[in-house]
């Protein structure tokens, strides 16, 4: 799978729980990015052979059309179909979701009831529709999971 996105310096992209960050940019096809362990790789043009960041993930300068605004540079990033690619503020609300929906399901269960189960009451309903929605902003962000 292949994703072209623009980015700034600065930026962080995640694949999967790891991240590249963008150093700098010196041009639309032009620029320095790090991965989470802080090794760094320097993309100098669509000639530039694809670069692998993390294991099976490569990065090269992504074809532009037209002039890109101020800083941006386009990253093409090259990942098998199953890893998930998220621009950071994306990336936290979807650990935010996950997270939140685990504990109200540790909550329910604790109580003794269930996500699936019929409720009994208005707060368990409640804290069931509230699972229930957190799960579909998962699927959203994942594109389906």
């Known amino acids: 799978m292949g994703l072209i996105l623009g980015v700034k310096a600065g930026e962080r992209i995640y694949i999967e729980d790891d991240w590249i960050k963008i150093v700098k940019v010196t041009g639309p096809h032009n620029f320095v990015l790090e991965n989470e362990d802080g090794t760094g790789f320097t993309i100098n043009g669509p000639e530039d052979q694809p670069q692998?960041?993390?294991?099976?993930?490569?990065?090269?300068?992504g074809e532009i059309r037209g002039t890109a605004p101020g800083r941006i540079a386009r990253v093409f990033i090259a990942a098998p179909r199953e890893m998930q690619i998220l621009r950071e503020a994306p990336y936290r609300m979807l650990c935010l979701y996950e997270e939140s929906a685990r504990l109200l399901t540790h909550l329910l269960e604790e109580t003794g009831a269930s996500i699936e189960e019929e409720a009994?009451?208005?707060?368990?309903?409640?804290v069931q529709e509230l699972v229930k929605e957190l799960n579909d902003e998962i699927k959203r962000l994942t594109r389906g999971g």
């Open 120 to 126: 009994g009451n208005d707060v368990v309903r409640d």
């Open 52 to 61: 692998e960041v993390l294991p099976e993930v490569f990065v090269s300068a």
